[in-house]
């Protein structure tokens, strides 16, 4: 080693010594301060939390005066450590946080997104509420303060599981928010308690905020936005929503509300108050069209009674999951109203006869394209007698036929004088121009019923049959770019019920007569179904599969009667009737029958009178 080498160690030695004798070292408490801060959590306010030892007495910081400033009597409750407790049973799956005490997260465990994701149907992301309590020093939001719990969480079993979270204001005074969590089932009990606030309370009610950025569950972002609203239920019983579509509703509702619930196309969120209805409620659904990550936003500011939360009465229910009528009926009165069964008259079709035999059929039918099948049958069976009977009035028709004819080439083309003479016909054999359209009246409303019922039924969301993926839905069987009036998609088992509608109408029309009128229905019975294809393009394939089934059922079911009609058997019976009603045996014609005759022999008259009066301006002339 040479002397420049050892000068060098002997500097950076000494260099090193005098550091150590030269530069303080930090005091004990300080050094402990400063891991403190680095270490500290913050708060929902942005506030950092300050921690002190038991039994000592504190100084009061910036950050607590701020605290105080904000949260007055609530300060000592405005910091803490946020931890989650994850409760679930077989069907839901709820994250419960100590920083506000509230539902953070809930899973729906046995439903998938259209994209096979878990079906979160709350987050924090998509998920804000406020719960403000009115104090001495102003209003204090409950959600942002920090609860202690013992419990742990876990999965239920057996029983419920109760979560219990407390906010220790002082000794003897806390808030306490419980959840209990059912053994199954979507429900949630929820109380809310202030115990020993009575000096700390303010006037007025609480506050209940909940805005919920609803996520996409289902592939057709356009159905979704027109499905999604809010429903609620008024203290009188009065089932009410905000207009369904894809624009921006709201609705301010004076009088008490019993329930709401956020409603998307298949699930829901819902609060339910058991006691005492919310005083106030304000709700509206907003739509931004640029966002497609966002179906609606839905917005409830409702008002909670705090009479009923200091008397220990603010007991409330949560709901979270399908929008299935079974399930629904048994969570608050009219709450299986969120399931949309059609207008006011054809309701009771559907919640009295198709829910339940649906329901039943499932039981015995796993493939829901095959329940669907089995549901036609069932219910053309039932039909059949006015089927039959449309038939018959269809044979009459056929074995006139011939007799029409000659009166139309002895008429000429004067449509009023063809109608009169076809009355005469129809009154001397004992025919009614009805008896084929009643029994086609009559399962309309069974029809209309079902093209408001299966678009609501989540019993066929993500049910599969044949290349349809989801019977819910549209099965998307070609896409091309969106074309006006078609969309982007055809659906194959829409055009199936095309054809077999037009293939329906040309069996209709070869065994019925043209009726004289200035419309010729026998060409509108083949544009009726093109137009309709239009319209149930993007419909449920369940839907549209059905009309299908059903069209090919009755094209069946009819040729099967005719093997039972007796034509000829039917000429001599209208034959006997003529006879009868030429020697003054038969029965008077009543009702319809005979008012029509009156109108038509008065509409004779008149254009009888016509005539004469344009006869006697020719002759003046």
């Avoid at 104090?135 to 999965?155: C, E, M, P, S």
């Avoid at 203290?235 to 009410?240: H, K, L, P, T, V």
């Avoid at 019920?497 to 060409?523: D, E, F, H, L, R």
């Avoid at 599969?545 to 039917?570: C, G, M, P």
Wanted: proline residues 5%.
């Amino acid at each position: 080693m040479d002397r420049n080498q050892l000068i060098g160690i002997v500097l950076i030695l000494a260099m090193l010594v005098g550091y150590q004798l030269l530069v303080p070292k930090p005091a004990p408490e300080k050094q402990a301060a400063q891991q403190t801060q680095t270490t500290k959590p913050t708060t929902a306010s942005g506030v950092a939390a300050t921690d002190t030892g038991a039994g000592k007495s504190t100084q009061q910081t910036p950050d607590s005066a701020a605290l105080t400033a904000k949260f007055g009597d609530f300060a000592t409750v405005a910091i803490g450590q946020a931890r989650d407790i994850v409760v679930e049973n077989n069907d839901i799956k709820v994250t419960l946080t100590t920083q506000g005490g509230r539902v953070k997260e809930v899973i729906l465990k046995k439903y998938k997104t259209f994209d096979q994701k878990p079906l979160v149907l709350i987050d924090e992301k998509s998920s804000q509420t406020l719960l403000e309590l009115p104090t001495n020093q102003g209003k204090v939001d409950l959600h942002k303060l920090y609860y202690q719990t013992t419990a742990q969480g876990g999965t239920v079993s057996g029983q419920a599981q109760q979560i219990v979270f407390r906010a220790e204001v002082a000794p003897g005074q806390s808030v306490e928010q419980v959840y209990t969590i059912p053994a199954e089932g979507y429900v949630l009990d929820y109380d809310l308690k202030l115990n020993g606030l009575s000096n700390a309370i303010g006037t007025g009610d609480i506050r209940f905020f909940w805005e919920d950025k609803m996520r996409q569950y289902e592939n057709d972002l356009a159905n979704n936005r027109r499905a999604a609203t809010i429903n609620y239920l008024t203290a009188d019983e009065d089932f009410e929503k905000l207009t369904e579509g894809e624009s921006n509703q709201e609705a301010t509702v004076e009088e008490p509300v019993k329930w709401f619930t956020i409603k998307h196309k298949y699930f829901l969120s819902g609060f339910v108050a058991r006691n005492s209805p919310l005083t106030k409620a304000n709700f509206k659904a907003l739509v931004d069209p640029a966002d497609s990550s966002v179906v609606k936003t839905a917005i409830a500011d409702v008002t909670l009674p705090i009479a009923d939360v200091k008397a220990g009465k603010g007991q409330y229910k949560l709901f979270y999951g399908p929008n299935d009528f079974q399930l629904l009926g048994s969570v608050a009165p009219e709450f299986d109203q969120n399931v949309y069964l059609g207008y006011s008259i054809l309701k009771p079709i559907n919640k009295y006869f198709f829910v339940p035999v649906f329901n039943f059929l499932e039981k015995f039918i796993a493939n829901y394209g095959l329940l669907i099948i089995a549901l036609v049958v069932f219910v053309k069976l039932i039909l059949t007698p006015l089927t039959y009977k449309s038939y018959i009035s269809m044979a009459k028709m056929r074995v006139l036929q011939p007799e029409l004819n000659e009166m139309k080439e002895r008429v000429g083309d004067d449509m009023a004088k063809q109608q009169s003479e076809q009355m005469k016909l129809y009154q001397e054999v004992g025919v009614s121009p009805l008896s084929g359209c009643v029994p086609v009246l009559a399962t309309m409303p069974i029809l209309f019923s079902l093209f408001m019922l299966f678009p609501n039924l989540i019993e066929l969301r993500q049910k599969s049959f044949l290349w349809a993926n989801d019977l819910s839905t549209y099965d998307a069987f070609i896409t091309f770019p969106a074309i006006p009036f078609i969309g982007s998609h055809l659906s194959l088992f829409t055009v199936l019920m095309t054809i077999s509608s037009i293939a329906y109408a040309y069996y209709n029309n070869q065994t019925t007569p043209t009726q004289p009128g200035p419309v010729n229905m026998k060409a509108m019975s083949y544009v009726f179904p093109l137009m309709f294809m239009f319209v149930l393009n993007s419909y449920p394939a369940g839907l549209t599969f059905y009309y299908f089934v059903s069209n090919v059922v009755t094209i069946a079911q009819q040729q099967l009667i005719r093997r039972f009609v007796d034509e000829d058997k039917i000429k001599a019976v209208l034959d006997e009737n003529r006879r009868k009603n030429a020697a003054g045996e038969g029965k008077k014609p009543g009702g319809f029958q005979a008012l029509l005759q009156k109108q038509l022999a008065a509409a004779e008259e008149a254009r009888k009178q016509a005539d004469e009066a344009q006869r006697r301006a020719k002759s003046k002339k």
